[in-house]
């Protein structure tokens, strides 16, 4: 699936801005046709309650008791669709939706699609009526299960597997909000009948400064024609055709004198595909593209053929009010604290983020950490389901961020086993992995695979054996030996031996950090305070970049962020070295002065 663009043959139209809005926590919604118009809700017709897209619902309309919300919702909304249109084309694309959801045009239903965080497009072209008012109605849900991709969680698990005191409201396996909403543009995409369906394009640093490029272009149903590609940017323009047979054609470019892609030279040349039938141009479509390669050869982590250290942070999509909806000012002020605090690298924990950022990071330098929402898989819940929802996520998360040079690592999942079950060991957990990780190298081998590894799996975690690099998410000194940052240091250096001696594979941290109260200080090691956490931060640092088998370290988090309800959680998760509202805390400015003195560490 490509991102829509506009030019000569391309074209779209952005429904973003305010809908009509109900919930439907009865469930009673499509029985009575609220398809038809929320017109037919009795909650609409007595509130005429709107709501803005992109955002979540939560936060937005907290004050009519949607903050806990987790259930059922319909929005509507009225668009002109003109006249010229007719005889093109015609699909709408919502680029996320959480979790499940429902489509209707003009009364009709388009589609539906059941994995949120991911665009899904609908062909609407018979449905829709080009030089009239047209009407979206979309269903979206927000509840989570046993084989969804994260998996769900009943109040009543709770109480099954004793553990009432990790009771969260909203329920949930995770420890971050369950937002729910339209979170990404809705966007009617107009394109040509035949058309280019998908573009791939895998780069290799050759000797020589010379760059290599695969490209791999779909059409949907052009039997034989060509592609005439256009790559420009550096210091000449190429040319190549491509050859169309049963809708699939292939080329390897060599670029000479190739200007590498890089976090610190993030250069891009631009790959103009051309669809051309009967010697007429009939599509035609323009990708940014960083030729870059990333290796892993023994204990380090390759970028170009120049070993690479990550610095940065886990972070989540948060902010505000807006919930996890997309929101583009955000994206530019925390890319400049990245910036400001000499970081390099993230990690999209634990869902893929909006493609806007991931094209911003292209654009930027910053290497990505791309992660499925597989996060805290419990094994005595994982059924059949849950293995073909992770998969089909892998697929379609590969798919749309394939062409990224800033994605140097596919993170799988994260943290199974997180709340210690016995089955995980007996086999399950190792098949299940086995299968996910590989399946995964099949669709992407040019990009190392991970899956953060938590405290309770410890060095017996299956997921080692089958990763290129070894991810563990670590807080002796907070969750072990709280306080004790000397224990927790020994700890933790002790336990990074053993694993390293066991696997003999690169180490990243990707996370470790304390909770923070703003303003709360003290001159003793002394938890919840700015202090504490910077001194934390600053040990750990210390320790990993002692040892010579590490590859990089990511701090949780990056900012605070929401959760559900826990006595463990004051509102938020407030291990962010900034605030929910990109307030600097002291262990930010730590950060800035250990990263700069390690400025000729990891840039290429």
């Not at 030019?7 to 305010?18: C, H, P, Q, V, W």
């Not at 979206?140 to 769900?152: A, F, K, R, Y």
């Not at 943290?415 to 086999?427: A, D, H, K, S």
């Amino acid at each position: 699936m490509l991102y829509p663009i506009t030019n000569k043959f391309r074209t779209i139209i952005d429904l973003s801005g305010f809908w009509k809005f109900s919930i439907d926590s009865d469930k009673i919604g499509e029985k009575e046709k609220w398809f038809e118009g929320l017109c037919h809700s009795k909650e609409y017709q007595k509130s005429n309650i709107e709501i803005a897209v992109p955002g979540s619902w939560n936060e937005q309309l907290e004050e009519i008791g949607l903050l806990h919300y987790v259930g059922s919702a319909w929005y509507e909304k009225d668009f002109y669709l003109p006249v010229e249109l007719n005889g093109k084309k015609i699909l709408i694309r919502i680029g996320s939706a959480d979790y499940n959801s429902k489509v209707w045009i003009n009364n009709k239903l388009a589609g539906e699609n059941n994995l949120g965080f991911l665009p899904f497009e609908l062909d609407i072209t018979d449905i829709i009526e080009p030089g009239k008012e047209n009407r979206v109605v979309m269903l979206v849900n927000n509840e989570l299960n046993d084989g969804s991709i994260p998996q769900g969680i009943k109040p009543e698990y709770y109480s099954k597997e004793n553990r009432l005191r990790e009771e969260t409201y909203p329920a949930t396996r995770f420890d971050f909000f369950p937002f729910g909403g339209i979170h990404r543009p809705v966007i009617i995409s107009i394109i040509p009948e035949n058309h280019f369906e998908q573009i791939k394009i895998e780069t290799f640093v050759k000797p020589s400064n010379e760059g290599l490029a695969i490209v791999k272009v779909w059409t949907n149903s052009l039997a034989d024609g060509e592609v005439s590609l256009i790559i420009s940017g550096g210091s000449n323009q190429l040319k190549k055709q491509i050859e169309i047979q049963n809708n699939f054609g292939e080329a390897e470019v060599v670029i000479l004198q190739c200007k590498f892609w890089s976090n610190k030279d993030p250069f891009l040349y631009n790959f103009n595909f051309q669809l051309i039938k009967d010697g007429n141009i009939i599509d035609e479509y323009s990708l940014p593209a960083g030729i870059r390669e990333v290796k892993v050869e023994g204990n380090k982590l390759l970028l170009n053929g120049k070993e690479i250290f990550l610095k940065g942070f886990g972070k989540h999509e948060d902010f505000n009010v807006i919930g996890k909806g997309l929101f583009l000012p955000l994206i530019v002020k925390d890319f400049g604290l990245m910036k400001w605090c000499n970081a390099n690298s993230f990690r999209t924990s634990h869902y893929p983020y909006s493609e806007e950022l991931m094209s911003y990071a292209d654009r930027n330098g910053f290497l990505i950490i791309d992660e499925a929402p597989a996060v805290s898989l419990d094994f005595r819940h994982v059924n059949e389901q849950t293995l073909v929802n992770h998969k089909e996520f892998i697929q379609r998360l590969i798919d749309r961020d394939c062409n990224h040079p800033s994605v140097i690592m596919w993170a799988a999942g994260n943290e199974p086993n997180l709340v210690g079950e016995e089955i995980y060991f007996n086999g399950a957990g190792k098949e299940y992995w086995r299968e996910v990780i590989n399946f995964t190298k099949s669709l992407d081998p040019t990009r190392p695979v991970t899956v953060p590894n938590c405290q309770r799996a410890g060095i017996e975690d299956p997921v080692f054996e089958f990763c290129d690099i070894i991810s563990i998410n670590r807080y002796y000194g907070w969750y072990e030996h709280p306080g004790q940052l000397d224990k927790a240091i020994e700890a933790l250096s002790q336990e990074m031996d053993e694993i390293y001696s066991r696997y003999k594979k690169p180490i990243l941290i990707t996370e470790f950090g304390a909770d923070t109260m703003p303003g709360y200080h003290s001159t003793s090691d002394q938890m919840f305070t700015e202090e504490f956490q910077a001194k934390l931060i600053e040990m750990y640092i210390k320790l990993i970049d002692s040892k010579d088998y590490t590859i990089g370290e990511q701090v949780w988090n990056f900012a605070d962020f929401k959760t559900p309800q826990n006595f463990r959680r004051v509102v938020l998760n407030l291990k962010g070295v900034f605030s929910r509202d990109r307030a600097p805390k002291l262990a930010a400015f730590r950060l800035k002065d250990l990263w700069s003195a390690k400025k000729g560490i990891g840039e290429v």
